[in-house]
């Protein structure tokens, strides 16, 4: 089984707060060597409560997702022991716009949240993210428990 894991980091000022949390994503088995692409994903949830500010209740972000901790020239890798399994993370379902840290391993993904106003303090909100995530086809690597830990962090 095939897993990556992804951690949870948070930054932001005092007026306004954001937690964010996300679901694992795990790709399954995959066919060594010759075998297709493996195609997954993950939700990741930025929940806010805006700053109340000139009669709006809202917050933007930023969310990166870190290289990893089997990174090589950008490339990210689940590590077996010693052995690797290249993949790539995105941020649309085509899998053609790289999610990363705004580097190598890909751009940041923005998002803004709007909620309501309850007297003069701002509901909470909340926006779904999607993690697309892909193993390339015909990789020749041994059996094993292949997995990776990458930190997501929310900017506000």
Not at 37 to 55: H, K, M, N
Not at 85 to 102: H, K, N, V
């Amino acid at each position: 089984m095939l897993a990556l894991l992804l951690a949870l980091a948070g930054a932001g000022v005092q007026a306004q707060s954001c937690a964010v949390s996300a679901t694992p994503l795990a790709f399954g088995s995959y066919v060594s060597p010759q075998g297709p692409r493996v195609d997954s994903s993950a939700t990741v949830q930025v929940r806010c409560t805006p700053a109340y500010l000139l009669l709006a209740c809202r917050v933007s972000y930023t969310l990166s997702l870190s290289a990893g901790q089997t990174p090589s020239a950008g490339v990210r890798q689940l590590s077996a022991g010693t052995a690797r399994l290249r993949y790539d993370l995105y941020s649309d379902a085509a899998r053609t716009q790289p999610w990363g840290d705004g580097g190598a391993s890909g751009a940041l993904v923005g998002g803004s949240i709007s909620s309501g106003l309850l007297g003069l303090l701002c509901l909470q909100g909340s926006r779904n993210h999607t993690v697309y995530g892909r193993l390339p086809a015909a990789q020749n690597v041994p059996v094993g428990v292949y997995a990776d830990q990458v930190v997501l962090t929310v900017t506000y």
